[in-house]
């Protein structure tokens, strides 16, 4: 994996307290594509527990696996007793075990394109289903967003992560369902979008930024400026949207 891919373990507080975790609708919309009981699942970097948590909660056996101690460290703190975890990437997995459900939330970016597809096909059980989920948060206010895009300009360019297919924004469908649409070892891809919006306060919204992989690369004295320079021009509080952009599919039946 990348230095980036791994550069959440030194904040890995800072990431559970200040990521948003994920609504009771998004289970909702995995298990009525699944049109059957989801018993187990696989979660592909589960971080510091999110989604870990939604479907654990809900009685599912999870085995949540995550590269980064720190980060496996603070899941540990939180998951119920029906959650095995595992430090391990994705591609340290061997085929064994199969699943009724593999999933990532805001992970599977980090995961390399080799074999990609074939390793996800081989943990699923027959017309298993693969869940990804994640998106952007972004301030809501236009005229905001602008005024912190200009204060971060001049240490940092773009805080955002392309796709790493290369799909424009404005594409309908948009990675990884490209890719899943393409593969051959799986059908029925959907593409679904919950709409969310929050409200933070500006110190909060700073704390979320400093999870962010975009800046986790900067030098540590340049990393604050960048945040002095936010800090700045935000308003006490601000509206966030963060969309969950749900991509299913289901893995063909041999």
Avoid: C
């Avoid at 720190?70 to 391990?88: D, G, I, Q, S």
């Amino acid at each position: 994996m990348s230095a980036r891919a791994l550069s959440f373990g030194a904040i890995a507080e800072a990431y559970e307290r200040f990521r948003p975790g994920y609504p009771a609708e998004l289970l909702d919309s995995v298990m009525t594509y699944a049109g059957r009981p989801v018993r187990t699942a696989l979660e592909i970097g589960a971080g510091t527990g999110k989604a870990t948590r939604l479907f654990a909660e809900h009685g599912v056996m999870v085995t949540a696996t995550e590269p980064d101690a720190a980060m496996l460290a603070e899941l540990n703190k939180t998951v119920p007793a029906n959650v095995t975890t595992v430090r391990a990437a994705f591609e340290d997995l061997r085929p064994g075990e199969t699943y009724g459900l593999v999933y990532a939330a805001a992970a599977l970016h980090w995961t390399r394109p080799e074999g990609r597809w074939s390793r996800v096909a081989a943990l699923l059980e027959p017309e298993g289903v693969f869940a990804s989920f994640g998106g952007p948060v972004q301030l809501a206010d236009p005229a905001v967003e602008e005024s912190v895009r200009a204060a971060r300009a001049p240490f940092l360019e773009s805080d955002e992560v392309p796709s790493p297919d290369g799909t424009a924004p404005g594409e309908e469908m948009q990675w990884p369902g490209t890719e899943l649409q393409r593969s051959p070892l799986f059908l029925d891809v959907q593409q679904a979008v919950i709409k969310r919006r929050l409200t933070m306060n500006a110190p909060d919204y700073v704390g979320y930024l400093s999870t962010v992989s975009a800046y986790l690369q900067l030098p540590r004295s340049r990393r604050r400026q960048t945040y002095d320079a936010i800090t700045r021009v935000l308003p006490e509080t601000v509206e966030i949207a963060a969309d969950i952009i749900v991509h299913l599919a289901r893995r063909r039946a041999e």
